[in-house]
């Protein structure tokens, strides 16, 4: 469209351009810019010349052949195309002489302008060094490509976390018949089958009935668990740059300088310019509806009183103008733009008009941004409170008299946002009550915090008072979440208590992830947050009970051995000569019993009369002497004799030397029989064990300690049931033989459908402060 | 009179005279709860008493079991039902909804991370990986008590009627008690000839080798009383043993140590092994100790021919000797009182315990690795705690003082002194034998030569100047065997499969050391040498805290002066940290000397000048 303008402006100055030059070669009469030939010069009159150079004038305004060579009228030595020549030879064309046309025009001077420009300029810079631009290029495509890959990140993380990996990766559906198909043309044929048919018909089983309710066709054919939480990701995503946006749209608002905001404005107003003029090259078609628009914004103008001076403010400046010069400009200033405004326009190089429609209309928010809103289904904080009030929703809807009551922009706009909400997927739906469950504990806060910072709100007063209304209605429905999220939290206090870390977090996690059964109404919520409560509360004592009837065995077990440990030291005459009770009832029913106690005393008496010889103990305590000095670290004597002083037989080095020439040796730990007189254990290390030992610790851990307790549990069929065995040792990669492997796609993750939107993050990735990154990770994960 | 038969316990019917004094042998399909009512019974029997024998199969089916689950189940039915009706295709409810029930109790011995010990703070990333490695054990560990529900046998038991002493209860009581197939299992071999045997059950319990002193050889499958082999070797016996399996086994003769099939063919003479007192077999590594007369302990791996090690004890003449079975340590008895502790890949005694004030005569380990039985020249029979203290649990003089001792399956010790056999009983599985009242006794025809518990059935061997002895002992071994490990009933295919798996899974003889899972530690010295050595080539630590470097600040604020004040400030507080730790290291290392302080001689103001 655009272009068909410009070729119909080229054609009418070309016919403009045409016609003054009729009117010069009439006034001025000049020959040179018509050919002649000179026999007819002499031939004819002037009348003949006059008539054909009519013709000839006519024949050119097709515009091939306007302008005919001149007629040479001196010969030149040479005769070129590439030569100019003008007046004779030796004379070279210079710049200056291109400069001075005769008259002035208005396209001469742009040339000019440049050329100015060219000269004025000086040197041009060297082109940087090779290495150096190589390095910014490397450096530009290194950022370029790291902030592609890192929509990877999340997955490569959770693909290395998981516990096993099967490849090929993507799973087929499982193809789910229900039995109404399967059975469909099939009869029964056999007498057993007549038979088992009978039987399931008699007890009305379900043969032929839909087996799947609505409701469970729709849970299996949700989308995956994965894809939500991604989809949940981008939603969150999206959200922290919306409210990016908005604080900083805030925080511009907010800025008193009127200095700084005309600034802003004619900056607007130059970039919408430079825009337009880009979309009218690139793409016509929006610069025509860009028009349309301005158009329109014309069309508003002229309805309104805006710039009319019929305000308070102009009022009160139409007082002042008679006095102040400043009043008056201001006021002439708003007219100046009702003009504008209300002129009708067809050549777009006026950019007042579209400046005025940017002010109004840019939005604080961009596109993009919205745009992501939108799809995600609310995060515009009324919307995302109806959302979260789910259920209120519907009530709402049920109201008849509550539309009907609003005035009649309110009613419009309120539909608006309903057709909104409509047309988002039944996934989203999903989505949305997989996050109400998911986000339950944070959501009071959250919905606080979302609370209204809305540049939107002061656009319309009407609007806002319906959405009070609604603001009130949820902040009801928050207060009941927050008392059943509270009855919840001390539920699972509760089963923190009783049954220790692990199960308290799982049962939650299963919570959270049941589908089926979804909270429809506040009513059921809290109904399940009291069953929760119930039950947790039947959880029971006994568990404590039999935890501590489990620990105190042991705590008597150990106990024995604390306090040999405490005994410091026992005696070995003692423990070896400790009155034992000697056997009463010994094998032989017979009458050996009465004779026992002088049996008894006279062996011992035999075998005191033994061992009188071989002090057995002293022995023990001996050789127990040497094994701990054979231990024992020894010093390094590293003395010279002779050196510094006299040497020879019979003379030693000096005590002081000595002293400062040993090295002592460090004491070791104590040995494990210190404590034990009766005992000699072998400090020495099992070399040949010690070579089956593990001697590097593995990467994430730091202390061996810590790696020691992730191998002591056994993993061998020996000490394990082989259902323990098999899950002890599955491999970490799993590939099923005869499938090709791909390389992981972005449709395989989920990645399509939101492409966009990844990029609107990677292009505002840099403006985002560091703690928002963080947070976006932590949503990521 | 005749107390009224509770339900539970098998009281006989009584009979009269006339009839065989038998009792009623009881079967598997008989119930419980018809216990035939007695008539008018002439008058009161001899002997008051209740025995009941379990032979391990075929079991009691009546016996109420003890459930092994938790009764209560971890989340209440009621709510789960509430919840979640489930409904299956025929509209019948799963009576049992859920996952199964977690045994807690039960799985508490099978954990093996301690959880007591404290481990130092870890990042995140250890920490997940941590708690993998608990998770994945206490799934074992809950797998592992449901799947003791397979462990249907129960072992037996001997009970008096009140008061009534079991030590008097003699052999052929409990035989007439018990069912023909146990009955069975009593049998006396007559072999006066051939002087005092040592025997040897296999591993499965299934099979018996006996060696007189004077030469006779014989092997046999024991319950089927089926004769695989008898020689006569021409040579003093002095020990014998049967290797991995029952087609061979060693027999230590005067001269060396030889190795026979189970059709009595020597297959080979090992003339590195002299003069061989006593063999033990460790089962696991394939080794067979040998200690003899020389003072040697070698070891021989059987799997390869090959002698591991062969450790001089320093101790004369070598002549007891008991493996412990849990770490396959060797525990030898000497004249001096003392056991020592022996491992092929160390050559000193890994420990070295005095026992007896007198030389030890017999020693003997319990399955679990927990206590050790010794018995010296004193006369004295003590129990050792052998976890880490060595020390003894309890002590009894015996009037003739103990020649033999053996440890049951179950933890039952016995002891032959003389012509007599003793066997005391503990608590339960896991307590000491309690040395007060003897549980069972039985008086032989000959001395006592040497005794072992049959694996997996409730018998104990006795070897005597008169040949051999099977003894019923109720309640001795353990009544569930392990299919694939120890299989009694296995055939020749399943053997030779066993063979192979267990050759395959051979244990290295170096890794034998007091505590098994001591292996499963990093081993710290190496760790922190190489550690050492990678910092000597580095020329610094890489694992050092880095010092610390303050932020940049603006304003001015960054400024030199307040560069190095921040640094400085940071430098004191570590210092003044590690003054306070210091100090308080010294005022609990003075407060322990002041305990340790004898307080009752008050100071006098003299003893300052005391030097």
């Known amino acids: ?781 | 009179m005749e107390t009224a038969p509770t339900p539970g316990k098998d009281v006989p019917p009584k009979k009269d005279k006339l009839q065989a004094k038998r009792k009623k042998p009881r079967r598997y399909w008989e119930e419980e709860s018809t216990p035939t009512a007695t008539g008018a019974s002439p008058g009161p029997p001899a002997k008051k008493r209740n025995q009941e024998f379990r032979p391990q199969r075929p079991k009691n089916s009546g016996v109420s079991k003890k459930s092994r689950i938790s009764r209560t189940p971890q989340v209440p039915r009621k709510a789960r039902d509430q919840k979640k009706p489930q409904r299956s295709l025929s509209g019948a409810q799963d009576p049992f909804p859920g996952p199964a029930p977690a045994p807690v109790e039960e799985a508490q011995k099978f954990r093996r991370i301690d959880k007591s010990k404290k481990i130092p703070h870890s990042k995140t990333k250890t920490r997940s990986k941590l708690e993998v490695a608990e998770a994945e054990e206490e799934e074992a560990s809950v797998r592992a008590a449901r799947s003791e529900l397979l462990l249907v046998e129960e072992p037996g038991f001997l009970e008096g009627e009140d008061g009534e002493d079991t030590a008097k209860i003699l052999q052929t009581d409990i035989v007439e008690a018990v069912d023909i197939a146990s009955a069975a299992k009593h049998f006396s071999l007559n072999l006066r000839q051939f002087g005092p045997y040592r025997l040897n059950y296999s591993q499965t319990g299934r099979h018996l080798a006996f060696g007189g002193r004077r030469g006779h050889v014989a092997a046999l499958d024991w319950v089927t009383k089926k004769l695989t082999c008898e020689i006569n070797v021409m040579e003093a016996v002095r020990d014998i043993q049967f290797l991995h399996s029952e087609t061979l086994f060693a027999v230590a003769q005067n001269r060396w140590l030889y190795i026979y099939d189970n059709q009595g063919i020597e297959l080979h003479c090992i003339r590195r092994c002299d003069r061989v007192t006593r063999l033990e077999f460790l089962p696991f590594h394939f080794l067979l100790a040998t200690a003899s007369e020389t003072g040697f302990l070698t070891y021989l791996d059987v799997s390869v021919g090959k002698i591991v090690a062969a450790l001089n004890a320093r101790a004369g003449r070598l002549s007891v000797m008991a493996q412990n079975p849990y770490n396959a340590v060797i525990h030898l008895g000497h004249s001096n009182g003392t056991v020592s502790l022996w491992s092929p890949a160390v050559k000193e005694p890994l420990a070295k315990i005095l026992c007896h004030r007198g030389a030890v005569r017999a020693v003997a380990v319990d399955s679990t690795g927990t206590y050790m039985a010794t018995s010296g020249l004193d006369h004295q029979l003590k129990i050792f705690d052998l976890r880490g203290t060595f020390q003894p649990l309890s002590a009894r003089t015996l009037p003739q003082g103990a020649g033999h001792v053996a440890f049951s399956q179950r933890g039952l010790l016995v002891a032959g002194m003389g012509d007599v056999v003793n066997i005391w009983a503990g608590q339960g599985k896991a307590s000491p034998p309690s040395l007060e009242q003897p549980y069972l006794t039985h008086r032989l025809s000959g001395h006592v030569h040497d005794l072992q518990f049959c694996p997996f059935e409730d018998v104990l061997g006795v070897g005597h100047s008169g040949g051999i002895t099977s003894m019923l002992v109720p309640g001795a071994a353990e009544p569930n065997f392990d299919g694939l490990e120890n299989n009694p009933y296995r055939s020749r295919k399943q053997r030779q499969e066993w063979e192979v798996k267990a050759l395959l899974e051979k244990v290295p003889a170096e890794l034998i050391c007091l505590d098994p899972r001591a292996l499963a530690e990093v081993d710290v010295i190496s760790l922190e040498q190489a550690k050492k050595e990678r910092i000597e080539r580095l020329g610094y630590d890489p694992d050092a805290k880095a010092p610390f470097q303050p932020k940049l600040k603006q304003k001015g604020r960054s400024s030199t002066a307040s560069l190095v004040k921040r640094k400085k400030k940071v430098m004191d507080k570590e210092h003044r940290d590690k003054v306070r730790q210091s100090l308080e290291q010294q005022q609990k290392q003075q407060q322990k000397q002041e305990k340790a302080k004898p307080t009752g001689a008050r100071p006098s103001a003299l003893d300052r000048f005391v030097r």
């Open chain 1, 1 to 781: 469209m655009c272009e068909k303008q410009a070729t119909a402006m080229n054609v009418t100055q070309a016919a403009e351009g045409l016609l003054a030059l009729s009117q010069q070669e009439e006034l001025v009469d000049l020959p040179s810019n018509h050919p002649l030939s000179a026999s007819e010069d002499e031939e004819d009159g002037d009348g003949e010349r006059k008539h054909q150079k009519l013709l000839e004038t006519i024949s050119s305004l097709n515009g091939t052949n306007r302008w005919k060579l001149t007629e040479r009228s001196e010969a030149s030595l040479k005769v070129s195309e590439f030569n100019v020549t003008s007046k004779g030879s030796g004379e070279k064309l210079a710049l200056s002489d291109l400069l001075g046309p005769a008259k002035a025009s208005s396209s001469l001077d742009t040339v000019k302008k440049q050329l100015n420009r060219v000269k004025s300029k000086k040197t041009l810079e060297l082109p940087l060094n090779k290495e150096e631009a190589e390095r910014i290029h490397r450096e530009v495509a290194f950022n370029k490509t790291s902030q592609i890959l890192s929509k990877w990140d999340p997955i490569v993380l959770n693909n290395r976390q998981a516990e096993q990996l099967v490849f090929p990766m993507e799973k087929e559906p499982p193809a789910y018949v229900p039995i109404e198909h399967a059975f469909h043309g099939w009869k029964a044929t056999t007498p057993l089958e007549q038979e088992v048919f009978n039987l399931l018909n008699k007890n009305k089983q379900p043969v032929t009935d839909p087996l799947l309710t609505p409701m469970e066709k729709a849970s299996l054919k949700a989308m995956s668990l994965e894809e939500a939480k991604m989809r949940r990701a981008e939603l969150q995503r999206a959200r922290a740059l919306q409210s990016y946006y908005e604080a900083r749209a805030r925080r511009e608002k907010k800025i008193k300088s009127k200095k700084y905001h005309k600034i802003v404005k004619k900056g607007k107003a130059k970039k919408a310019l430079k825009d337009f003029e880009q979309l009218q090259k690139v793409d016509p078609n929006a610069a025509l509806e860009e028009l349309e628009k301005i158009e329109k914004a014309r069309m508003m103008e002229r309805m309104s009183l805006k710039h009319q001076n019929s305000g308070k403010w102009a009022k009160s400046k139409a007082i002042m103008a008679k006095y102040d010069l400043e009043a008056r400009q201001a006021m002439q200033e708003q007219l100046a733009k009702n003009k504008e405004l209300t002129q009708k326009l067809q050549v777009i190089s006026e950019s007042e008009g579209e400046e005025g429609e940017a002010e109004e209309e840019e939005p604080l928010v961009p596109d993009a941004v919205n745009e992501v809103q939108m799809n995600g289904g609310g995060t515009n904080p009324w919307m995302f409170r109806k959302y979260n009030g789910d259920a209120k929703e519907g009530e709402i809807q049920a109201d008849p008299e509550d539309p009907e009551q609003l005035p009649e922009t309110v009613a419009h706009e309120f539909s608006e946002s309903e057709e909104d909400e409509r047309p988002v997927e039944e996934e989203e739906v999903l989505l949305q009550e997989f996050e109400e469950k998911r986000s339950l504990r944070k959501r009071s806060e959250l919905n606080h915090n979302a609370k209204p910072v809305d540049s939107q709100e002061t656009k319309d007063s009407n609007c806002q008072e319906v959405l009070s209304e609604l603001r009130v209605l949820s902040q009801k429905l928050n207060k009941k979440n927050h008392q059943s999220q509270k009855q919840k939290v001390n539920s699972v206090a509760a089963t923190l208590q009783v049954q220790g870390e692990e199960p308290a977090p799982e049962e939650e996690e299963s919570l959270l992830l049941q589908k089926p059964e979804r909270v429809q109404t506040m009513e059921e919520l809290e109904q399940l947050g009291k069953e929760e409560y119930s039950e947790n509360k039947d959880l029971p004592r006994p568990v404590l009970e039999r935890e501590q009837i489990e620990r105190t065995p042991r705590n008597q077990l150990d106990a024995p051995k604390e306090k040999t440990k405490k005994e410091q030291m026992i005696d070995l005459q003692n423990l070896l000569t400790t009155k034992s009770p000697s056997v009463k009832s010994l094998a032989v029913p017979t009458a050996i019993e009465e004779l026992e106690d002088e049996v008894d005393r006279d062996q011992k008496q035999m075998i005191k009369e033994a061992f009188a010889g071989d002090d057995v103990i002293r022995e023990f305590l001996k050789e127990k002497r040497e094994a701990v000095k054979a231990n024992k670290p020894r010093d390094v004597d590293l003395t010279l004799p002779g050196w510094g002083e006299w040497g020879g037989v019979g003379l030693k080095p000096s005590a002081k030397k000595r002293r400062r020439f040993l090295i002592k040796a460090r004491e070791g730990p104590p040995r494990k029989d210190k404590n034990l007189p009766n005992v000699i254990i072998n400090e020495k290390r099992n070399i040949h064990a010690a070579a089956h030992q593990v001697r590097v610790l593995p990467y994430p851990f730091t202390h061996h300690q810590q790696f020691e307790r992730t191998i002591q549990n056994p993993i061998g069929s020996t000490w394990n049931t082989q259902r323990a065995v098999q899950k002890l040792t599955t491999p970490k990669v799993i590939t099923k033989p005869g499938h090709i492997i791909k390389p992981i796609k972005a449709e395989d993750v989920g990645y399509c459908s939101s492409k966009s939107d990844l990029s609107v993050i990677q292009n505002n990735g840099k403006q985002l402060s560091r703690h928002q990154q963080k947070k976006l990770k932590k949503n990521s994960d």
